[in-house]
């Protein structure tokens, strides 16, 4: 069995004497792990680090074994992750929840997309942030506990939209919402992709509405009680950034 690929490196941990088993989230195999020989040493330090953007090739007697990679350095983004904290929290937490909630060689191409965007974005370009939010919006999209944002849950309405409800994930309207409004969470319109990307308290928001939900319907569904501690080192990291 083989196949040639690219992908985002997540993970690395070292195995044996010298090798390492590496994450990747690929394009068209999805999350996919396998063996780096030599991965371990100093000269393929540089390369093998998270958010780095590989050309693999891998290989296994079986397809079900671990298999073993070859790998090309297609794109460092090594130096733009590592100076910015923040950004640097960030690629933790996309590493964590993908390792953690992407399901094993499954593809999920349009989440591939928004992840390339989101790395690229990172430390470089001054919305990351608000991309990050985004992308955990997809996230839960793409695990199938999608937000519906269209309309208000109580009255059908598709304008006014200012909260959601944290039962359903759905959008409630300012008129659905009033009566319960101190229950409800803030939907900033960013989120709705009906308005610019924006920073500051949407941002904050949309991670309380996303971590909510993650918390809520994705954690239970993989059998844990918490989301991993690199998203939370990530909120505090954006609390300091403000």
């Not at 989101?118 to 370009?125: I, N, R, S």
């Not at 304008?159 to 008129?175: C, E, F, H, N, T």
Request: glycine fraction near 10%; charged fraction near 25%; hydrophobic fraction near 40%.
């Amino acid at each position: 069995m083989e196949w040639r690929d690219e992908g985002v490196l997540l993970s690395v941990r070292k195995h044996g004497e010298g090798s390492a088993i590496i994450e990747v989230f690929t394009q068209k195999h999805g999350r996919h792990a396998g063996l780096v020989r030599g991965g371990g040493s100093r000269k393929m330090a540089p390369i093998l680090q998270p958010g780095a953007q590989l050309s693999v090739e891998w290989k296994a007697r079986l397809e079900d074994h671990l298999g073993s990679y070859t790998i090309d350095p297609i794109k460092s983004r090594a130096v733009q992750i590592m100076g910015d904290r923040g950004a640097l929290a960030a690629m933790g937490a996309v590493s964590a929840l993908l390792c953690l909630g992407l399901p094993e060689r499954e593809e999920h191409a349009r989440l591939y997309t928004r992840t390339l965007d989101l790395v690229d974005a990172l430390g470089d370009a001054p919305d990351w942030p608000a991309r990050y939010a985004l992308w955990e919006n997809a996230l839960l999209t793409d695990m199938g506990f999608g937000l519906d944002l269209t309309e208000c849950a109580a009255t059908g309405a598709t304008q006014d939209l200012i909260y959601v409800s944290p039962k359903s994930g759905r959008a409630v309207s300012r008129a659905g919402g009033a009566d319960y409004a101190d229950l409800m969470l803030p939907l900033p319109r960013f989120l709705r992709m009906d308005e610019p990307m924006t920073q500051g308290s949407d941002v904050a928001n949309s991670l309380h509405i996303t971590g909510h939900f993650l918390n809520k319907w994705l954690m239970p569904a993989l059998g844990r009680e918490n989301l991993p501690a690199a998203r939370e080192r990530l909120i505090v990291a954006l609390q300091r950034k403000k």
